[in-house]
């Protein structure tokens, strides 16, 4: 089964930048809209950021609105985080996902309606 490997984390102090990366591990039928989310330790995941399949639409948690910016990729179905100005509180674990619910404007902070999640990449902000 394809899974969505993120990579580009590491240690950075506050006020820095990280650029994540998201590509399948395998060969992908169709191209479909991408997401973002995150879980640090003892809490919920969190929607982060989201694109649509044509890129043209993005959507943004409100903690990193304005910091963060989601692009897709010239591959299919490879996506990118621009984070900026990190700050202690980004740090956590970073998963991509692909979307595979049926009306994204709807459905696009819902980690339920996204498949293929990989091991995602740990991403840390010192103060």
């Known amino acids: 089964q394809v899974h969505m490997v993120a990579s580009g984390g590491g240690l950075v102090q506050a006020g820095g930048s990280l650029r994540l990366s998201c590509a399948p591990s395998?060969?992908?039928?169709?191209?479909?809209?991408m997401g973002w989310f995150r879980q640090a330790p003892g809490k919920a995941r969190e929607f982060v950021a989201s694109?649509?399949?044509?890129?043209?639409?993005?959507e943004y948690g409100t903690s990193v609105k304005g910091r963060f910016t989601i692009s897709r990729g010239a591959a299919r179905n490879t996506a990118y985080l621009q984070m900026n100005d990190l700050i202690p509180d980004d740090t956590a674990v970073y998963y991509c996902?692909?979307?595979?619910?049926?009306?994204?404007?709807?459905?696009?902070?819902?980690?339920?309606?996204?498949?293929?999640w990989g091991q995602g990449t740990q991403v840390t902000v010192s103060s």
């Open positions: 996902a692909q979307y595979l619910g049926q009306i994204w404007s709807r459905d696009f902070g819902d980690e339920h309606t996204y498949t293929n």
């Open positions: 694109t649509s399949a044509s890129g043209i639409n993005k």
């Open positions: 395998g060969r992908t039928p169709s191209t479909q809209a």
